[in-house]
């Protein structure tokens, strides 16, 4: 077991978790005082009731493995989606189309699942002779650090801090570095940082990957949340470019759009190869999505008013922080997510006062982060702060928060 990788290296919340170990939480301001969690992107409302009218309408379902590809409606719903979301043609979805329901689309538990066994499934042993290279954007959702170290490959994390733009520039890399890098990962908007990527800075990710020949996913989780404008999808930026997702795995999922992070219900999109090799995978180690789950993603993929309420009430929130914090801690309005990425100074210590005085449990930066080459871990000053609460216990968490810090 000594060399087996720490695949809990990057895992936020144990860290969280001995760093509060033994203190007791102070009172927080809801109404029964109780603590409240601030750490955790876990919606805190309601996925829409047809949910479960329809989980229990297929429950025959749940007496059958679930299927390698899904059901056909289900892959024809989520691209469906893909094209009204992106303002795509129905061309697009023909058979033999970029987004050919029948090659191109992959139902997933989660984009989580997807992430994961995706590495598994295309990163080769070595990469021009070398160990190969995983690029990853630096903080970062830690299912991307553990996946390259399950796939034998070396994380390599690249700054996305405010000098950046709070997004990666990978195409600056050493060229060297990019001949042995075997895949990437680009999250947008990004968790913590709500960054959304532009058309260009796409383009130029899937340009660079096809030139340098390596794998890139782009985790678009929170695509259907964001406050200003609709965050270009790297589905877009492709058809904008040639037409084709070489070289592309593109993930969803209905965990943040739905608030249904438990039904464990989406999917990936990309070159068919690659979506061959991930479906290929998860057969041998994964798990499907459940025939009754599928049918419940399906209605849910094809219904938009939930998404607007959904948005509407994480915009209520970034409205009730702007109001709050004004622009004490970096404040600003992501462009998506439902994350705040406050630079507070001290980001461990300001959780643990956090948690002692006012029983509010928020993320330290650093624990989103690696450190970089020269031993800094640029989250270091960071708290991640996730507004999945109601307005009104929000606002009462970001005031105490104002207070304590
Ligand atoms: C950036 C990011 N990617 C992926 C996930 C996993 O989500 P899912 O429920 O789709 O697996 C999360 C969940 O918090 C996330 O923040």
Not at 85 to 106: F, I, Q
Request: proline fraction near 8%; glycine fraction near 10%; charged fraction near 20%.
């Amino acid at each position: 077991m000594t060399d087996h990788p720490d695949l809990q290296a990057y895992y936020p919340f144990s860290r969280l978790g001995r760093l509060l170990d033994g203190l007791a939480p102070g009172r927080s301001p809801a109404d029964d005082g109780a603590p409240i969690l601030l750490s955790i992107g876990e919606p805190q409302h309601q996925p829409p009731k047809f949910v479960a009218e329809e989980i229990a309408r297929h429950a025959a379902g749940w007496s059958r493995y679930p299927p390698a590809r899904g059901t056909e409606a289900y892959r024809e719903a989520a691209t469906a989606w893909l094209l009204r979301r992106y303002g795509l043609p129905p061309s697009a979805a023909a058979t033999g189309g970029m987004l050919d329901p029948a090659r191109a689309l992959l139902p997933l538990p989660g984009t989580r699942e997807g992430l994961f066994f995706a590495a598994l499934a295309t990163i080769p042993r070595s990469s021009n002779g070398q160990r190969p290279v995983v690029l990853i954007p630096n903080p970062f959702y830690h299912v991307y650090a553990g996946a390259a170290l399950a796939a034998g490959a070396e994380p390599v994390f690249v700054r996305a801090t405010r000098e950046t733009g709070f997004l990666p520039d990978f195409a600056a890399l050493d060229p060297a570095l990019l001949e042995r890098t075997a895949y990437c990962t680009l999250c947008s908007p990004s968790n913590p940082q709500g960054a959304a990527a532009s058309l260009e800075q796409l383009q130029e990710l899937i340009t660079l990957a096809r030139r340098h020949d390596f794998v890139v996913a782009f985790d678009e989780c929170y695509a259907e949340l964001y406050n200003d404008r609709p965050p270009t999808g790297a589905v877009e930026a492709a058809a904008a470019l040639d037409g084709s997702l070489d070289r592309m795995l593109v993930f969803h999922s209905l965990s943040k759009r739905s608030s249904a992070p438990g039904l464990r219900c989406g999917f990936a999109v990309g070159e068919p190869g690659l979506v061959d090799a991930l479906g290929g995978v998860l057969q041998v180690g994964g798990a499907g999505v459940p025939l009754p789950t599928l049918a419940a993603g399906t209605r849910l993929w094809q219904e938009q008013d939930h998404v607007e309420r959904n948005r509407a009430h994480y915009r209520a929130n970034f409205a009730v922080a702007e109001r709050v914090l004004g622009n004490r801690f970096g404040f600003r309005k992501p462009d998506g997510g439902f994350f705040l990425w406050l630079e507070v100074g001290d980001g461990e210590a300001a959780a643990v006062e956090l948690w002692r005085s006012a029983g509010i449990k928020v993320l330290p930066g650093a624990y989103m982060c690696a450190e970089d080459e020269g031993g800094e871990n640029p989250g270091n000053a960071y708290i991640r702060v996730a507004l999945v609460y109601d307005r009104d216990v929000t606002e009462a968490a970001l005031g105490r928060i104002g207070e304590v810090l």
